[in-house]
């Protein structure tokens, strides 16, 4: 479990670097939000998904590095079901942290 939590911070610090070169990356942010979204909702070998918490300020900054192009083509792209919804769900928040100045 610690090992787990351990790669979740290192990913998390990489999400956030992600976003601060969006100049030069934010064309691929979808693609990592893409592949969090897939295994989040359970979408890999054991079918089970991964806790949000550890690594929720990474994801954030992924959300936010994304083009609302780039979140409307992941939109479709799901399609129906638990990962458009939860796309939908990390767009709300973020934009809930962001309106209350990240005090959430």
């Known amino acids: 479990m610690e090992k787990g939590i351990t790669c979740a911070c290192f990913l998390w ?5 992600l976003r601060q070169q969006k100049e030069f990356f934010g064309h691929h942010c979808f693609k990592f939000l893409s592949i969090y979204i897939w295994i989040s909702c359970g979408y890999r070998p054991l079918k089970t998904g991964i806790k949000r918490k550890n690594l929720r ?24 079901g638990p990962c458009r919804n939860y796309l939908a769900a990390l767009k709300q928040e973020s934009d809930l942290n962001f309106k209350y100045g990240r005090k959430v």
């Open 13 to 17: 610090r990489i999400y956030e670097e």
């Open 57 to 80: 300020p990474g994801v954030e900054a992924l959300v936010d590095s994304c083009s609302d192009q780039d979140r409307q083509y992941l939109h479709t792209v799901f399609g129906e």
